[in-house]
């Protein structure tokens, strides 16, 4: 079963970033949401391991659903949270307890999103999103393991 491994950087006042490393591929940067308490779309996941599994849907045409330890994919009692993705953004703000990829991080302001000076960002998240989805497709026994910083436990 191949293996992606997810790497966590020291969180930063605009979000967690982090490396996304797939066989195959270059190494993506990724944002994510600060933690908070694994609460459901507000705080990125725990470090562990999860399936990928295909989300594509009308508002993230190219996305995975990361399913395992106290995460879903669809909306289930069982789990604490669900439709924890990695899909197409570029601030940690535009994440709801999900994970965007990008080809290297950056920092962008956006009047759109209120921003009066640069913050942390990805950029490119739809071609890192292309690039991953050419390399494995509907993720079919695909894995990912999320590491945090060796200090954060």
Known sequence: ??????????????????????PGLEPFACIEPHWRGNEPFDSCIPAGDYDLVWHGSPKYPISYALVGGTVSHRQDSRFQRYACLWHKANWAEQLSGCTAPGMYHTHMASSRLGHRSPRL???????????IHARIGKAEGWRLRIHNPPHVV
Request: charged share 20%.
């Open 121 to 131: 960002a990805v950029a490119y998240s739809g071609k890192a999103m292309r690039l």
């Open 1 to 22: 079963m191949p293996l992606i491994h997810q790497f966590r950087h020291t969180e930063h006042r605009d979000g967690t970033p982090g490396l996304i490393v797939i």
